[in-house]
């Protein structure tokens, strides 16, 4: 199967405490986040690779984990994650991530320097 940005994200997600690796736990976590109703099923299906997340869920998927302590460990990772606050696929090198950075520390409530430093540690 494919190695698909959601399927990351579920995993991190499934992993924590209070989900215990429990996909029907994880989409009542979703369903409250979002309001829509999300089933366990369709995460067993995304957390293979096997469908895709539509963008609000891969935005509740996004947001959660970043909550819980996700962090970009990859240039595919910071890939994904411009595409998924911007909707464009761009390239990670070259340019000025300081509004990336801004969006990700107003979702997670950390301190943009922590997004910026990972993001050096990664393209270097």
Same mark, same amino acid.
């Given at each position: 199967m494919k190695d698909l940005f959601e399927?990351?994200? /579920? %995993?991190?997600? !499934? %992993? &924590?405490?209070? +989900? =215990?690796g429990d996909y029907d736990k994880l989409a !009542? /976590?979703?369903?409250a986040y979002t309001g829509k109703n999300v089933s =366990?099923?369709?995460i067993v299906f995304m957390s293979r690779g096997a469908c895709f !997340?539509?963008?609000w869920l891969l935005m509740a998927l996004f947001e959660l984990s970043l909550k819980s302590g996700w962090?970009?460990?990859? /240039? !595919?990772?910071w890939e994904n994650v411009i595409?998924?606050?911007t909707g464009?696929?761009?390239? +990670?090198? @070259? @340019? %000025? *991530?300081?509004k990336i950075f801004e969006q990700l520390a107003d979702i997670s409530n950390k301190p943009e320097l922590v997004?910026? *430093?990972?993001? *050096?540690? &990664?393209v270097k």
């Open positions: 399927s990351r994200l /579920i %995993d991190h997600l !499934a %992993d &924590q405490s209070d +989900v =215990g !009542a /976590i979703l369903t =366990g099923r369709s !997340a539509k963008k962090m970009p460990s990859s /240039i !595919a990772d595409w998924t606050l464009k696929k761009q390239s +990670v090198l @070259g @340019g %000025d *991530n300081t997004f910026e *430093n990972n993001f *050096n540690k &990664q």
